[in-house]
Each structure stands twice: as C-alpha cells, then as structure tokens.
C-alpha cells in the first residue's frame, strides 16, 4: 500500500492450481466473484504461430500474461476482442502457464471466459490425398501451406464446399504450376510435371472475428493409360475432372493426330496440356467445338523418340461438367525423312 494503512488481502496460486487446456480446442470457465485471476496450464509448440482467440468478447477488460515454467514472463497484453491476439516469443516446445486477470475493482460478479488457443503450424504441412484436410484461418493468418512430391506428370485437383478459399499450387522454385481449371467457388485443378511443390489454401472472407474452419480435399489423378492409332478410349469426367490421363508414344519424326470421336457439343471444351517425357510443356490448347478459336484436336509431333502424356480437363458454358468423352488417336502418315541434293525421292 502506498501513502496510508490497512489491510491487504492476496492470494498465491501454484502451478498445480492451473487449468490444463488444449491448443486447438474451445476453453469455457467461469471467473467466479471476487476472483481476479484465471490460470491455465497449455502445451505449445516452437514451430507454430500461436494465438489468443476470443471472438465471442468474453475476455473484454482482461489482460494476459504468459509464462515459462521457470517463472519468466514470455509475453502479455491486453486479451482485446476480435479475430486474434498472436502470442509471439514461444522460443521452447513445451509446457506453459496463461494466466488472464482482470481489475481488483471489477470482481463484485463472475465473469465467463470463451477462448481458444490456437496454434498453427509454421511450416507446411504433407499434404493428403484422397482424405479431407482440415483446419482452421484466421484474418490475420490466412494462408496455410502443405507440401507433396509428384513421382511424374499428374492432375492435382482440390475441392471443397466452402466458397472463401482458392488455391496456388507454386513448385520448388515458387513458380506458379499450370491452372487446367480457375481456382474459383473453393475449386482447382492443376497440371504438375515430376517435383516437389507446395499448395496453398488462401482465405478470401473478408474480416472474421471468429476462427473460420476449413476442410478441403486433394486427389490426384495418376492413371496413365496408352493410345494406339485407331483404336478409340474413353475419358469419363466428374465435375470436369478427368479418371485419367492420356499417353502417346512416338518414334522421331512421326506425328499424330489425336482428337474426339464425335465433334464436341456446343459450349462444351476441353483444355489441354501435353508434356514430353521429361516433363516439358510442348503443347497446350483448349479442343471445343464453338466459335471463340477452339481446336478441333491435338497435333502430336516428335523429331526423337519421346512419349508425351496428354492432361485434360472439361468445361461446359464455364462449368464443370459430368459424362464421358471418347477419343481416337490418328497417324497423320507424315514421316520426316533427311534428302541431299541429288537424291531420288519415291513416289508415295
């Protein structure tokens, strides 16, 4: 006390008197009348980012305070409201004390307090395939990164229900891999050659004073199957996306030619891309039958013997389209053959 007399009254809390509580998980407690403080006993991690996160402004008028095991002050500050306070200096993995208080003249009610610590990691997470991936954004963190390795030319393909999210898919360099279809309304599709890439799931909400959750799922389209000239295979798509990818193989100085069966209805295209063996972009294009400069089909050509894979994927008046298509690969019978002068050429 400070300039007059009295009588103090203080209480010492241990360590053991501490709430144990979750990262990632809603905490709800009471502040009972004539407390000012609450402890809580958290396990963090070093390699997240984490953050104090009331949206519901339970904690309006605390402040918090957090602390190592060994009694040092990490970090405090005002518990203020909205989409999250980040709780920076986490330096060690381990275990540690939050303690929230609030004003000694403000303890003549209880008080509820509705928080989540949350914790998100800082480097990308492996991506899965063919499972739902889930987690959670926020305003102020809202990207969120996973990594995967392609053994060879794939069609990766993400969807979600939610509408807030587009995708970069972006390779070891950071450079952006190809789109086949738009990231758009929570959808994507991309062309990747061999390597090692990074998607990313970006939020694109606006302000959210709570934790926006998430769950998106990755396929990947692997299936690689051969053409032979004359003999017709069927592409069956879902939501645009195709079952598989096509394959031609080329002796040096042949070419084909490779296309629908039947003329594309109207509206209906197909983009593509073709890859060399050694995952080079030879070709790309979009087949359809309107007047907006659609091909007809994919000339193929090589100077040296090379296998190319063809990638597809479908659109119909700019939607994702369900059904099949059949396809048929042409020998176009050109043949490149070397002549010096003097040479008697054949007749064909």
């Given at each position: 006390?400070?300039?007059?007399?009295?009588?103090?009254?203080?209480?010492?809390?241990?360590?053991?008197?501490a709430t144990a509580i979750t990262a990632n998980t809603p905490v709800s407690r009471t502040v009972p009348t004539g407390e000012a403080y609450a402890l809580f006993d958290v396990a963090l991690d070093s390699n997240s980012d984490v953050f104090f996160s009331d949206a519901s402004n339970s904690a309006y008028g605390f402040s918090?305070?957090?602390?190592?095991?060994?009694?040092?002050?990490?970090?405090?500050?005002?518990?203020?409201?909205?989409?999250?306070?980040?709780?920076?200096?986490?330096?060690?993995?381990?275990?540690?004390?939050?303690?929230?208080?609030?004003?000694?003249?403000?303890?003549?009610?209880?008080?509820?307090?509705?928080?989540?610590?949350?914790?998100?990691?800082?480097?990308?997470?492996?991506?899965?395939?063919?499972?739902?991936?889930?987690?959670?954004?926020?305003?102020?963190?809202?990207?969120?990164?996973?990594?995967?390795?392609?053994?060879?030319?794939?069609?990766i393909s993400v969807s979600t229900a939610q509408g807030n999210i587009r995708y970069q898919l972006v390779d070891a360099f950071g450079h952006d891999a190809m789109v086949l279809s738009p990231s758009n309304a929570g959808k994507a599709t991309f062309s990747v050659a061999a390597g090692s890439y990074t998607l990313k799931a970006?939020?694109?909400?606006?302000?959210?004073?709570?934790?926006?959750?998430?769950?998106?799922?990755?396929?990947?389209?692997?299936?690689?199957?051969?053409?032979?000239?004359?003999?017709?295979?069927?592409?069956?798509?879902?939501?645009?996306?195709?079952?598989?990818?096509?394959?031609?193989?080329?002796?040096?100085?042949?070419?084909?030619?490779?296309?629908?069966?039947?003329?594309?209805?109207?509206?209906?295209?197909?983009?593509?891309?073709?890859?060399?063996?050694?995952?080079?972009?030879?070709?790309?294009?979009?087949?359809?039958?309107?007047?907006?400069?659609?091909?007809?089909?994919?000339?193929?050509?090589?100077?040296?013997?090379?296998?190319?894979?063809?990638?597809?994927?479908?659109?119909?008046?700019?939607?994702?389209?369900?059904?099949?298509?059949?396809?048929?690969?042409?020998?176009?019978?050109?043949?490149?053959?070397?002549?010096?002068?003097?040479?008697?050429?054949?007749?064909?």
């Open positions: 006390m400070r300039g007059g007399s009295g009588t103090a009254t203080f209480k010492v809390l241990s360590v053991a008197q918090y305070q957090l602390y190592d095991l060994a009694g040092h002050q990490i970090t405090q500050g005002n518990a203020a409201p909205g989409s999250g306070v980040q709780l920076n200096n986490i330096a060690v993995s381990g275990h540690y004390l939050l303690a929230l208080a609030r004003s000694p003249y403000n303890t003549y009610a209880s008080a509820p307090l509705n928080f989540t610590i949350l914790q998100i990691p800082r480097t990308p997470l492996p991506l899965q395939f063919g499972s739902p991936t889930q987690g959670q954004f926020l305003s102020i963190s809202a990207t969120r990164s996973y990594t995967f390795i392609a053994s060879g030319p794939e069609e970006i939020y694109q909400g606006g302000y959210a004073a709570a934790p926006v959750p998430f769950t998106f799922t990755a396929r990947a389209i692997q299936t690689t199957r051969p053409m032979t000239v004359g003999i017709p295979l069927t592409v069956n798509w879902s939501s645009g996306i195709p079952d598989q990818q096509l394959q031609v193989n080329l002796q040096a100085g042949e070419s084909a030619w490779l296309a629908p069966t039947v003329a594309l209805p109207y509206a209906v295209e197909i983009g593509y891309r073709v890859l060399d063996a050694g995952g080079t972009q030879v070709a790309a294009g979009v087949l359809g039958n309107t007047s907006w400069g659609d091909a007809a089909g994919i000339p193929l050509s090589a100077t040296m013997v090379s296998s190319y894979t063809i990638q597809m994927f479908g659109l119909q008046y700019g939607q994702a389209p369900t059904g099949a298509t059949s396809f048929k690969l042409s020998d176009n019978a050109l043949t490149t053959v070397a002549y010096t002068l003097g040479d008697v050429v054949p007749a064909p």
